[in-house]
């Protein structure tokens, strides 16, 4: 799983402070979406997924990096439970 962080001009140290922490929020309940949707046969390797955590528009995206397959199944209910207002 990465995440591409997306912030108005070069990040200062209070920025980055901000990243890692919301990262280690959102880390764990992407992690739960992923799992409860893809079921036992992922065995926890998310390798495949990247999203765009957004500080300007405070949002999390399902990124156009991630497989398209993974895309069309989970983007509309990613942005409902996870991804509007997280940050």
């Not at 280690?24 to 079921?39: E, K, N, S, V, W």
């Not at 765009?52 to 989970?74: F, H, Q």
């Amino acid at each position: 799983m990465t995440f591409n962080w997306i912030l108005e001009g070069l990040p200062n140290p209070a920025q980055l402070k901000t990243c890692i922490e919301l990262e280690y929020q959102l880390r764990p309940r992407i992690t739960r979406f992923l799992m409860d949707r893809l079921g036992p046969e992922y065995l926890g390797d998310f390798s495949d997924f990247h999203f765009d955590v957004d500080l300007v528009s405070r949002e999390v995206r399902i990124s156009d990096k991630t497989p398209a397959a993974y895309i069309a199944g989970l983007s509309m209910d990613f942005m409902n439970e996870i991804g509007r207002g997280c940050c």
